[in-house]
């Protein structure tokens, strides 16, 4: 790694929009009863911790992962799969889908098709970040944070080559400039 990261986001910024999107999710939910998140793993773990800690409404956690890359590089997009699932019986709950980054809209439509087939009572997305320029399926996002530019994010739970995740901002790196080839993930 050779140089800091280009801030996009600052931490104050992603701050005071979780805020807004925990304000109304809470309104939107305010008399459904439980609500379960549900994280996709890796990259949510920050923001879901900071969105669930501002909620006002009854909430359960769940995660579940799955990978959509192959290639020894991980840079190549794949079939999404499951590695693994959720813990919880949805049918019946409301679930909330929480995801940090939409870029081409695969793995977001996935997980949704898998979930309405265990007939929840409701299910909608939040998402941090989402890349308009890469999306190949017209796929809404009910909670949104911020639309970004098609560049390699990092920081608030995002990562390159499982690095950085813990910054407490957004930024971009050129993988490129940082040697060691091609990253795991996609711009």
């Not at 991980?74 to 799969?81: L, N």
């Not at 949704?112 to 190949?136: H, I, M, V």
């Not at 060691?180 to 993930?185: A, I, N, Q, T």
Request: hydrophobic share 40%; charged share 25%; with cysteine.
């Amino acid at each position: 790694m050779t140089e800091a990261p280009q801030v996009l986001l600052a931490e104050g910024t992603i701050r005071a929009r979780v805020d807004e999107l925990a304000r109304q999710i809470s309104r939107d939910y305010a008399a459904a009863g439980d609500l379960l998140l549900v994280g996709v793993l890796r990259g949510c773990y920050i923001f879901l911790a900071d969105l669930s800690r501002r909620l006002t409404v009854p909430r359960r956690i769940d995660f579940i992962a799955v990978s959509a890359y192959r290639g020894k590089a991980q840079t190549s997009p794949g079939a999404v799969r499951l590695l693994m699932d959720v813990r919880t019986d949805i049918a019946g709950r409301h679930v909330l889908l929480v995801e940090d980054i939409v870029d081409t809209g695969r793995t977001l439509r996935y997980l949704q098709g898998l979930f309405r087939a265990r007939r929840p009572a409701s299910l909608k997305t939040c998402a941090l970040l989402r890349k308009p320029e890469r999306l190949q399926n017209a796929i809404a996002v009910d909670y949104l944070g911020f639309d970004i530019p098609d560049a390699w994010v990092v920081g608030y739970g995002l990562d390159y080559r499982d690095r950085l995740r813990a910054l407490p901002y957004i930024g971009t790196v050129e993988p490129d400039r940082w040697g060691e080839g091609e990253p795991r993930g996609g711009p």
